[in-house]
């Protein structure tokens, strides 16, 4: 016997292992022995784990340092070819000097390097990959590759509020409009779904990681920043984060002049684009940059007004707010007269205005100067979507011409399907029209896109009590007041589901905390149905006291006569609110309440004067 062959002396004799090549289920054993000996199980868990590591520390050197986003990127492609070779040199660790390894035995052994390898390789690419390359309409194209539980759609991102880094909270309307600016760009890429305003702003000062808010918006990617502003000159700093594995995708920080402010947003909308491997169509960067402005105080101004407008929510009781905002956007128009987006926003406002006045001669004129903003914003920019949006809300809820404002609605839903506002408006609209189908689509749409925005998952209610699913308008009801307690309007909506459901004593409880305006509306129903006659006489006339005496009466002071029986009251109080135009026309399809007037010729002659599309 050779040295070689010799068992060393006092050692156990090694027992004789199967012959390879010789049965399958030793080849087996020999290969899972010399795999637990040598560690490789061991060696693979550790290599993932430093990787995983090394990646987040050249994520956090890459940041601190500004370096460029090659760094991350050259990291993860070392480790990925770096995994084979550890692989290998765990197997020959350890391994007895001149000890021979058989043919089968390696070939094994690189099967397992070339199936270990590819495994990291494919977890590496970009998630969205798998989405982008698989055929229109498939399952995986409207899905990204995730983890169990999470799979948002394909192509979907967030747009986080941009800090604001100048060190002014004055500057805050600054940073937040630059944000949605960005978030508007990239909305306007059909290819590309965006979380809306109100739902990526909710989580303002949230210390809660990019995954965590990707998870709870359902999108598969966070767009953050940060604003700098000195004088005219402005630095924008963008990254882009994988919302399923934390990791960043992108950066970019821009020093440059406010004039050239929209070439920058032009710029991070098309990266971010590329990035998500999206396909865009070759007309992308026109549409980016529909309908703005490169004056740097016109810019200004706007993104004042809008902060205000957005702060009054349209509500004509903060009209103080309105008119700030009005000032802006007019100071805009006169920087840049080419400024479309400054005309929806002025459009915008004075139908805000217009809304409830006392005095019909201003409505009337604030009506004629928002139809003329509206269409200006349509001669300049006539494939900017919501343009016509404003076009359409203006003849639709300032000038009640529904048949005029149809075609405005449908060409906005064209131009911009991606835009949580377009799809609400229009689900309002189409509901007010009793298009039921449409009318669901557009509102769950303006849900998915906006999830946390009260007033959206408030419509999405007002258009299921339109359509008579009272079951389900009350549970969208009761989400929208969860969100925002304090709405009275989505009160009143719960009551009026509360009525119709035959549920009179809970919208009695629910009348009385309302205020006069709408609690003695609902009140008068609410002790009609409960058999308390006197009383429901008492609220009526209270209510009509609080609306203005005679010149208040309108649709709504219809909708309890029609329930009492009183028809022919109730069709001289539609008479009139058809010869005021008031703005409680809207409710005329959609309210239950009038339900026992449809059959009536003088009602249906009424509508006849309203012009509703057939």
Known sequence: MSEESAPQQGAPAEPPRPLLGRSGQGVADSVWDRIKRHKLVEWSLAYVAFGYAALHASQLLRETLELPTSVPRATLLVLTLGFPIALTLAWFHGHRARQRVSRPELFILIALLLAGGTVMWFTARSPFRAASEAPPGSAASSRVTAAPGFAPPAHSIAVLPFLNMSGDPQQDYFSDGITEELLNSLARLSELQVAARTSSFSFRGQN??????????????????????????????????????????????????????????????????????LRLAGDAQTRIQLGRTTDPEALDAYLRGQELLAESNWNVSKDDLLRQALAHFDRAIERDPNYALAFVGKSQTLVALGFHFADQSEALANAARARAAAEQAVALAPELGVAHLALGGVLGLAMMDFSAAA????????????????????????????????????????????????????????????????????AALRQAEMLDPRSEWTKVQIARVLLAQGSAEQAWQLGRS?????????????????????????????????????????????????????KDEALQALAKAVRDRGADLQLWRTSWELDPLRNEPAFKALERQLNFPP
């Not at 209510?543 to 029986?565: I, R």
């Open 208 to 277: 809660l990681s990019a995954s965590a808010i990707a998870r709870s918006l359902n999108v598969g990617a966070i767009l953050e920043g940060s604003v700098r502003r000195a004088g005219h000159r402005v630095r924008i700093t963008a990254q882009l984060v994988n919302g399923l594995t934390g990791f960043h995708m992108w950066s970019q920080t821009y020093d440059r002049d406010l004039t050239d402010i929209l070439k920058v947003q032009a710029d991070v909308a098309t990266t971010v684009a590329q990035e998500l491997e």
């Open 407 to 474: 075609p405005e609605y449908d060409r906005a839903l064209a131009l911009e399907p991606g835009s949580s506002e377009v799809q609400r408006a229009y689900g309002n609209f189409a509901a007010m029209l009793g298009r039921a189908e449409p009318a669901l689509r557009a509102s769950y749409r303006a849900v998915s896109l906006d999830p946390h925005n009260a007033s959206v998952h408030g419509d999405l209610g007002f258009t299921l009590l339109s359509l008579r699913q009272y079951d389900q308008a009350l």
């Open 514 to 566: 309302l205020s006069p305006s709408a609690g003695h509306q609902i009140l008068a129903l609410a002790e009609y149905q409960l058999g308390r006659r006197a009383e429901a006489a008492t609220e009526l006339a209270q209510f009509k006291a609080v609306s203005g005496g005679e010149a208040g009466v309108g649709v709504e002071y219809a909708m309890v006569l029609a329930q009492w029986g009183r």
